[in-house]
T-cell receptor
């Protein structure tokens, strides 16, 4: 069965410094992986997705993630944090039987200090 | 293009009652999924409908049910409410092609007293 593990429940950074949110996945098949973001009292928004076309995936708002099969990782990065990046981030894998059925990680809350 | 609309946004019920939540997907989207979000269990898949047929179901008791209408609008129902059903219920729509790219509404926050 597919699953994802987000290694940090909270990450705090200063504005202008790099962001690293860590995610490991488990899948018997070549996975489809995603990062979604949830701002307070809002729904979820897709940041980026990996579907085997390229290992380095660029998303919205300057975020990117690299798929590393040898490490079973899909970490999310951003070179320079902005105050508006403060939110909850979810690493997600799709079910191998139905790619519209998503399996969410437990989330990482990103705090950005001025 | 209008986004995914969920109603009501907030509601309070008492144990034993039932509740119906509504979701209007993005125009043209044929797939609607429902997720439950709680602090303890996180985000969990409830079910997915595509062209009025339930295509997938999560591990929830039979008290949780849903349906989809011919215009792709969807409703979910929870009967005999329990305190543990207090949650944010999120609806998501997609064209249905299995891309995994879902568009979420802002959710319906249910409080069970």
């Amino acid at each position: 069965a597919q699953s994802v593990t987000q290694l940090d429940s909270h990450v705090s950074v200063s504005e202008g410094t790099p962001v690293l949110l860590r995610c490991n996945y488990s899948s018997s098949y070549s996975p489809s992986l995603f990062w979604y973001v949830q701002h307070p009292n809002k729904g979820l928004q897709l940041l980026l997705k990996y579907t085997s076309a390229a290992t380095l995936v660029k998303g919205i708002n300057g975020f990117e993630a690299e798929f590393k099969k040898s490490e079973t990782s899909f970490h999310l990065t951003k070179p320079s944090a902005h105050m508006s990046d403060a939110a909850e981030y979810f690493c997600v894998v799709s079910d191998w039987l139905s790619t519209d059925k998503l399996i969410f990680g437990t989330g990482t809350r990103l705090q950005v200090f001025p | 293009k209008a986004g995914v609309t969920q109603t009501p946004r907030y509601l309070i019920k008492t144990r034993g009652q039932q509740v119906t939540l509504s979701c209007s997907p993005i125009s043209g989207h044929r797939s609607v999924s429902w997720y439950q979000q709680t602090p303890g269990q996180g985000l969990q898949f409830l079910f997915e409908y595509f062209s009025e047929t339930q295509r997938n179901k999560g591990n929830f008791p039979g008290r949780f049910s849903g349906r989809q209408f011919s215009n792709s609008r969807s409703e979910m129902n929870v009967s005999t409410l329990e305190l543990g059903d207090s949650a944010l219920y999120l609806c998501a729509s997609s064209p249905g092609g299995g891309t995994g790219e879902l568009f979420f509404g802002e959710g319906s926050r249910l409080t069970v007293l």
